[in-house]
């Protein structure tokens, strides 16, 4: 599986951006998706996550700021954020979770990033 992270940039508190996952490969072997992000000096934390079935998780610090979205294994995997803050500044990567048989098998985009500053 590769994944191909876009839509990042600088954008004002309270701005939007759309983050954007392109999956290739054996994507229909993937059972989770989600973006965790890492801002300087900090470790890489989850921001939100959602399930082939279409469950969603999400961390506190962005429930009903962001919604991630994917229509379906065929489709990018979508983060739509709103409200920004300066705190929700990182990289952000996407992530993929594919289960063969017994295993789970994680990969990882190569993160864009996001910048939140007036």
């Known amino acids: 599986v590769q994944l191909q992270a876009s839509g990042g940039g600088l954008v004002q508190p309270g701005g939007s951006l759309r983050l954007s996952c392109a999956a290739s490969g054996s994507i229909f072997s993937i059972i989770s998706m989600g973006w965790y992000r890492q801002a300087p000096g900090k470790q890489r934390e989850l921001v939100a996550t959602i399930t082939s079935s279409g469950n969603t998780n999400y961390a506190d610090s962005v429930k009903g700021r962001f919604t991630i979205s994917r229509e379906n294994a065929k489709n990018p995997l979508y983060l739509q954020m709103n409200s920004l803050k300066p705190e929700d500044t990182a990289v952000y990567y996407c992530?993929?979770?594919?289960?063969?048989?017994?295993?789970?098998?994680?990969?990882w985009g190569q993160g864009t990033q996001v910048t939140v500053s007036s």
């Open positions: 992530q993929a979770v594919r289960e063969v048989g017994r295993n789970d098998y994680i990969y």
